[in-house]
């Protein structure tokens, strides 16, 4: 497969913003808005996985959706491949859904009920020109079906005569189908047993080597992440707080939520059983975003300036975070903080 | 120690092709006072139904089949339907994995929590509701007083499963059990809740039966583990021997498919296949065919227990063929 061209990453997000309106009442009288994406910008290589990570309600998946155009953002460019897929028109867009697919948490309720599996697959090959005639399209599916491990006679059934793991795969297949370079992998094992879920993962893990695709994988599983991603941005309440290469964010987390995030996830190692809860209290809603740092009012380290100001990413070890306690020019900051000789 | 909870020899079936399939298969539990017994298991194991059946809720068209559960001593099989209500809520409570499925969603949650206790005993209503308000605020719920007036649908899935908790600690039973109680929540309200748990079990004393597919909960929380396959017990023990020095091929296999043990980008192990529906079970050890393992006469006969040093057990051919030789 093509090599990242000139280094320059697969897609590059900038700036995003979708927001919701919030209407009430007959005459649906705009009152506010959800700010579900506000100011996100990502990046994923080639060949490489970005983690999207988050607690529900922080924008994680409107994200992904916005990146593939199922949500409209009101703000904000998505570069793909030098082209900025907000600025297209439908017909512009249209070769590049075939380069960006999904793939959802519950496979049952994207795949149609009443369409067997080769028609489920080979849908997208028909309408992107893939396949000369039905019988070569019949051949790819078998060898798709084969490549994510399901039996390639199994093409003349319906979807609910699969397990969950196997209409994961089935979803997968067809993802793979139209030949994307990126997948949007949204709580795509988020609902499956550990040991299918570990058959998924593999599955994945053998794909990027073997295809050189892209994922953006959004979830809420940090240990899966740890596993599997190259980069890791963490999202709260419509924000990134904080990105990085994995190994360095696992290991010396920068912002006080990811370092709350971290220690909250309890261990199946009977060594360490130490889980103490240290982000107290709830998220608060995206629709009414508290003033300054939005982490502020579940931030045990907060100070004055928190509540006031709106932190802007400062540099952070080998990557960036949001928050005061970082910045090269906050006076107070605590001494020691690590801001590191990068800055 | 004396035993709160007891199951013994448990089968609990529901209609299949032709004849009733068991889908809980002569289960057998112990949960002491003060003790936390996580039941652990993948879907369809027949945890839930296991815990369903030590409230004498199996939904229909389930059905107990045999067997005999004790809550504190008093079995509870033999019990009339108004014995056994009174017996729920005051000996025995439940908290269930989606709050919103068990909170009636036209009561105000104070509300709920008064009722719940003035059922079971004669106090006033100021009374139970001062009691109410105590145990709101026992459970984290900040603003507890305006929040006894607030509808389930007004909370977050946080404050509603401490809504839960706190019904179900309203008559200080003797026995919680407690089914994935934490799955729907985000990692920092779970890692409040289990800390909530932790505090009132060493306030209460209560026995808690956790059922959980979560090792990473288990670990935190329990004191024993029992893992269970295809409806059947596969072993059993305390925390560390089963997590650190599990013996069922099953159990290393689920430790060894967990990505947070393992290296990153290192191949996960895999559990080839999957767990087979109750009608094909195999009359035998029910995981032979994914078994790394299996022997040629594991998929016919049952395993029987094979014991362990510090009442670690295995049903396990091949972990008795180990310890044999």
């Not at chain 1, 953002?73 to 030098?82: H, I, L, N, Y």
């Not at chain 1, 003349?156 to 949007?184: D, K, M, N, T």
């Not at chain 2, 929040?147 to 809504?163: E, F, I, N, T, W």
């Not at chain 2, 179900?168 to 109680?181: F, G, R, S, Y």
């Amino acid at each position: 497969m093509s090599a990242p061209a000139g280094g320059q990453p697969l897609l590059r997000v900038e700036g995003l913003r979708t927001w919701f309106p919030i209407r009430v009442g007959l005459m649906r009288k705009l009152v506010g808005h959800v700010r579900a994406v506000d100011d996100v910008s990502l990046e994923v290589e080639a060949g490489r996985t970005l983690a999207l990570v988050g607690e529900s309600g922080c924008g994680k998946t409107t994200v992904g959706r916005s990146i593939l155009r199922l949500e409209e953002p009101q703000a904000g460019r998505v570069w793909f491949e030098g082209e900025d897929l907000l600025a297209l028109d439908p017909v512009q867009l249209r070769p590049y859904r075939q380069k960006l697919q999904i793939v959802f948490q519950d496979p049952m309720a994207s795949l149609n009920p009443r369409m067997r599996v080769r028609e489920l697959v080979a849908e997208g090959m028909r309408s992107f020109g893939i396949g000369a005639d039905e019988a070569e399209r019949t051949e790819r599916v078998a060898s798709l079906l084969e490549r994510v491990q399901l039996d390639p006679d199994w093409m003349w059934r319906y979807p609910h005569e699969f397990s969950g793991g196997q209409r994961q795969r089935l979803g997968i297949a067809r993802a793979l189908a139209v030949e994307p370079r990126l997948l949007v992998l949204d709580e795509a094992v988020s609902a499956l047993d550990v040991s299918i879920q570990a058959q998924i993962l593999n599955l994945l893990g053998d794909l990027q080597r073997e295809l050189g695709l892209a994922y953006l994988f959004i979830t809420h599983d940090l240990s899966v992440v740890r596993y599997l991603a190259h980069q890791v941005a963490v999202m709260y309440v419509g924000q990134i707080v904080e990105r990085g290469d994995t190994e360095a964010l696992f290991r010396e987390p920068q912002h006080p939520y990811t370092r709350g995030l971290l220690q909250a996830v309890p261990s199946a190692d009977p060594q360490r059983r130490s889980l103490e809860p240290h982000v107290l209290g709830d998220v608060p809603s995206p629709a009414d975003p508290p003033p300054g740092c939005r982490f502020h009012t579940r931030c045990a380290e907060a100070f004055e300036r928190c509540s006031r100001e709106e932190p802007s990413l400062f540099r952070a070890g080998s990557g960036e975070a949001r928050c005061f306690l970082l910045d090269p020019g906050q006076e107070g900051a605590p001494a020691g903080s690590p801001s590191g000789p990068s800055v | 120690m004396s035993v709160a909870l007891e199951v013994e020899d448990l089968v609990v079936s529901f209609p299949g092709v032709g004849e009733r399939t068991p889908v809980v298969d002569g289960l057998g539990l112990r949960v002491e006072v003060g003790e936390t017994l996580a039941l652990v298991g993948e879907s369809g194991c027949g945890k839930s139904i296991s815990a369903l059946a030590c409230l004498r809720l199996v939904p229909r068209p389930g059905r107990i089949d045999r067997g005999r559960i004790a809550v504190g001593g008093r079995e509870i099989l033999d019990l009339s339907v108004p014995e056994m209500r009174g017996l729920r809520g005051s000996e025995i409570s439940m908290i269930f994995q989606e709050p919103m499925t068990s909170l009636n969603p036209v009561v105000n949650v104070g509300g709920q929590v008064i009722e719940a206790i003035r059922l079971h005993e004669r106090v006033s209503r100021s009374a139970a509701r001062a009691r109410t308000l105590d145990l709101f605020e026992q459970v984290g719920i900040p603003d507890a007083e305006e929040r006894l007036d607030a509808y389930p649908h007004q909370l977050s899935g946080g404050l509603k499963q401490r809504v839960m908790i706190a019904m179900a600690l309203a008559t200080v039973p003797k026995v919680l059990i407690a089914d994935e109680p934490t799955t729907a929540l985000d990692v920092t309200i779970q890692a409040q809740i289990l800390q909530l748990l932790r505090d009132l079990q060493r306030d209460s004393d209560t026995a808690i039966l956790l059922i959980t597919h979560d090792l990473g909960i288990v670990n935190e929380l329990s004191d024993r583990v029992a893992v269970m396959y295809a409806g059947r017990k596969v072993e059993e023990g305390g925390r560390v021997d089963v997590l650190a020095h599990s013996r069922h091929p099953y159990t290393e296999g689920l430790l060894r498919s967990m990505p947070a043990l393992a290296r990153p980008g290192e191949r996960l192990a895999e559990i080839p296949g999957v767990v087979p529906p109750p009608d094909e079970w195999p009359r035998g050890c029910r995981f032979s065919g994914r078994c790394p393992r299996a022997l040629p006469h594991c998929p016919d006969q049952p395993p029987a227990s094979t014991p362990l040093p510090d009442e670690h057990r295995v049903w396990c051919h091949a972990v008795a063929e180990d310890v044999a030789s």
